[in-house]
């Protein structure tokens, strides 16, 4: 068990100003068995109008309509939490696992996710779910290399996979992929953790009884130095801020993360 303390900073700087903002944001970690949010504050500018809603994932949202002209829209998110890395998430409803199964447009495999998946067919004698889920999380690790700026949010699972790089996004889709190749219910988590610099990426998968989570990027489970924020089918479903503007205008988005250790 351990307390961390959290800063999630994300700003859009638009070229020239723009109007009518709709947006939807999705940055804000929640309380559950894992995780207890102790103290949150959030700032989100400039004013506007709209509320907060929890999607069919169960992530909470917070949605909202800029009317004025503006060139800049940032959110920070700041708290604490006191996080237990050997407690995991109960399966409360099992008939929901079911979309958890079936690949999404991000991770259908193609020709080289599918011979991975061969060579993991070709081996036998696990000792049951967890020790599959480990030699496909080793699997995924091994297929490709950590290069940022190769691929794109939009990047399938079998493109990183045929590119032979990635981020943590990329590690993400492919361990779905294989795993849902296996029919496994699987889920993408958007998250933080101790020492990153940005947002991070990992897997939730179901045991039978739990949601066990695996971060495939680092090859280890995920744990009580990791921050969930929101979970989905693949990265669409969690995207962290989502919306649009009306104006002709460039816009560079800056985010950055920090997450401490307070016991140290």
Not at 87 to 110: A, C, N
Not at 149 to 178: F, K, N, P, W
Request: charged share 25%; net charge negative; proline share 4%.
């Amino acid at each position: 068990m351990r307390r961390l303390s959290y800063q999630y900073h994300m700003l859009l700087s638009f070229s020239e100003s723009v109007n009518r903002q709709n947006f939807t944001l999705r940055c804000f970690p929640q309380s559950d068995e894992r995780q207890q949010i102790e103290e949150q504050h959030i700032e989100i500018r400039p004013s506007y109008v709209g509320g907060t809603e929890t999607d069919s994932y169960g992530n909470r949202c917070v949605y909202g309509f800029i009317e004025n002209r503006h060139t800049e829209f940032g959110v920070d998110v700041t708290g604490a939490a006191l996080v237990k890395g050997d407690v995991f998430l109960p399966v409360e409803d099992s008939h929901r696992t079911g979309m958890y199964r079936y690949p999404t447009t991000l991770t259908k495999p193609g020709p080289i996710l599918r011979k991975l998946y061969e060579e993991y067919l070709t081996l036998s004698g696990f000792g049951g779910v967890s020790e599959k889920i480990s030699f496909l999380m080793d699997k995924t690790y091994h297929s490709i290399k950590y290069v940022p700026g190769v691929t794109q949010i939009t990047t399938t699972a079998e493109e990183s996979a045929a590119l032979g790089m990635g981020v943590c996004q990329d590690y993400a889709h492919i361990m779905l992929a294989l795993l849902r190749m296996d029919k496994i219910p699987c889920r993408y988590i958007v998250g933080m953790m101790v020492g990153e610099g940005a947002s991070h990426a990992w897997v939730e998968v179901c045991d039978g009884m739990n949601w066990v989570p695996y971060d495939p990027t680092h090859n280890r489970m995920a744990d009580d130095r990791y921050i969930c924020i929101s979970r989905g089918r693949d990265a669409g479903d969690c995207s962290l801020n989502k919306g649009y503007y009306y104006g002709l205008s460039n816009q560079v988005q800056e985010v950055h993360v920090v997450v401490e250790d307070l016991d140290k």
